[in-house]
């Protein structure tokens, strides 16, 4: 079977959050099971692009409205990340450093969509399915069902990821003109709420659906940004397939971007070891529970209240643990946590910005991982934080539900229920509580490294899902 996925993201190549991890990981997962997966995704200039072999294997043109744009794609040469990676490079739209965040974001993504398909559209051969991930992605669904130059792709299935239903890319019927030509009649399936919502269109048009873990499925029936009705009406659809973690890169054993790997019967000489490293270079307490935050610093991961949790919390410990934060985002919550720094030095430090090995870093050293997230579709630090024998702080939402059990509950995490200070801030207050119990820890420590969270049983889903 030969599996096309259509990305914005994908890890190591370009990546912003869990969508580039697992695009990363999934068709590589889907190659060991004996299929051919493939990649295509947009040719921004990282260094990735800078830095690796790649060949051309198409030329052409892609017309936006009245203009049109050169389009090269690219394909990496050496099979580096386990499977076909190709890269649209589109002239003036998509090589840029960032991957989102400009005003044109809507003609760039629309620009690489159609591209692609009419690359794909040439191919002698067919692939068996085209794997949608996002509202980046979720034009391709009806342009393949309904534009005339895309019409003998029709029988191909497709199938649409939601990593996130709070992202839509919503855009007027002004930019209608944008699509290549297709049956006016049709318009219905682009529509939601008076606008061109590509989420929604993908939700419609798709095959499949899935979600990145059964409890999102569930949750976006009553929250998903005002899509609730059309969910509910293509449930019989959708499916919630959990996320997995790539455990080749995520490896405490062989992971070179440690100060000392471990394996689980090594587990305590190291984490100490990375744990003393992270101290040294943050200027923390060596001796004290060490209480981590990764991630961006958004509403959506209960950042805007991480400041006042964290003041709480290290006011009313006295000294007795420390904080570490990585991550970036809204400015204000940046600057609060950066000021933390200046009252409680030797306790707390943050870091602001991206930084693949120190996130490594601080998984293999901290006792604690908090994700106080109001929306967490599937979650994937907390596996991570689990791999590396770090005990996660969770409320129970989305992912985070389906792969943490409280230790209350005979379980080897500390769940919480809202998005508070003060739930948080209790959740804090038991950990703090287990930590004393060294002998509990440790037990807990050697048991979630043994859990399984590979992307082995979910790529194995989705191949069912696919020949459903």
């Not at 596996?383 to 129970?396: E, S």
């Not at 703090?432 to 820890?441: A, H, N, R, S, T």
């Amino acid at each position: 079977m030969e599996i096309i996925h259509f990305s914005a993201e994908c890890y190591p190549v370009a990546k912003v959050g869990g969508l580039g991890d697992v695009v990363g990981a999934l068709p590589k997962y889907q190659n060991k099971l004996g299929h051919v997966a493939k990649v295509v995704m947009p040719a921004y200039d990282t260094k990735f692009l800078h830095q690796n072999e790649f060949e051309v294997v198409y030329d052409g043109w892609v017309r936006l409205g009245y203009n049109n744009h050169t389009v090269r794609i690219f394909r990496e040469r050496t099979n580096k990340l386990g499977f076909d990676l190709f890269l649209v490079h589109i002239a003036g739209l998509l090589d840029r450093e960032k991957v989102y965040g400009y005003d044109d974001d809507v003609e760039r993504f629309m620009a690489f969509q159609i591209a692609s398909l009419d690359w794909i559209a040439q191919w002698e051969h067919k692939p068996n399915v085209i794997h949608c991930h996002d509202h980046h992605t979720g034009l391709i669904p009806f342009m393949i069902g309904n534009c005339n130059n895309y019409r003998h792709l029709s029988y191909i299935p497709t199938v649409l990821t939601i990593h996130n239903a709070q992202y839509q890319g919503q855009f007027g019927w002004d930019k209608l003109h944008y699509l290549p030509a297709y049956d006016l009649r049709n318009s219905s399936k682009l529509d939601w709420s008076n606008s061109i919502n590509p989420l929604a269109s993908a939700i419609k048009c798709a095959w499949r659906v899935t979600t990145v873990s059964p409890s999102y499925l569930d949750e976006i029936s009553y929250k998903a940004n005002g899509l609730e009705s059309l969910l509910a009406q293509e449930r019989g659809k959708s499916f919630g397939i959990l996320n997995g973690i790539d455990n080749e890169v995520w490896n405490p054993q062989k992971d070179p971007m440690l100060t000392k790997a471990f394996a689980n019967r090594t587990v305590e000489s190291g984490k100490k070891a990375n744990k003393d490293a992270l101290c040294d270079v943050f200027n923390l307490d060596k001796t004290k529970p060490l209480y981590t935050f990764i991630g961006r610093l958004v509403g959506e991961k209960g950042a805007d209240l991480l400041p006042d949790i964290f003041w709480n919390a290290l006011e009313q410990s006295e000294g007795e643990i420390n904080i570490l934060v990585l991550g970036s985002g809204d400015p204000a919550v940046e600057d609060r946590l950066n000021e933390i720094t200046h009252y409680h030095p030797g306790k707390y430090n943050a870091y602001i910005g991206y930084n693949e090995v120190l996130s490594h870093q601080i998984y293999a050293g901290a006792d604690f991982l908090l994700m106080p997230s109001r929306v967490e579709p599937c979650g994937l630090n907390q596996m991570y934080a689990l791999r590396y024998g770090t005990i996660p702080i969770v409320r129970r939402i989305g992912g985070l539900k389906d792969t943490v059990t409280d230790i209350g509950d005979g379980g080897f995490g500390i769940c919480h229920d809202q998005t508070s200070i003060w739930d948080v801030g209790h959740a804090i207050g038991r950990a703090y509580d287990l930590y004393l119990d060294q002998k509990k820890v440790k037990e807990i420590r050697k048991f979630i490294m043994t859990l399984d969270h590979s992307w082995d049983r979910a790529a194995q889903q989705y191949i069912d899902l696919y020949q459903m």
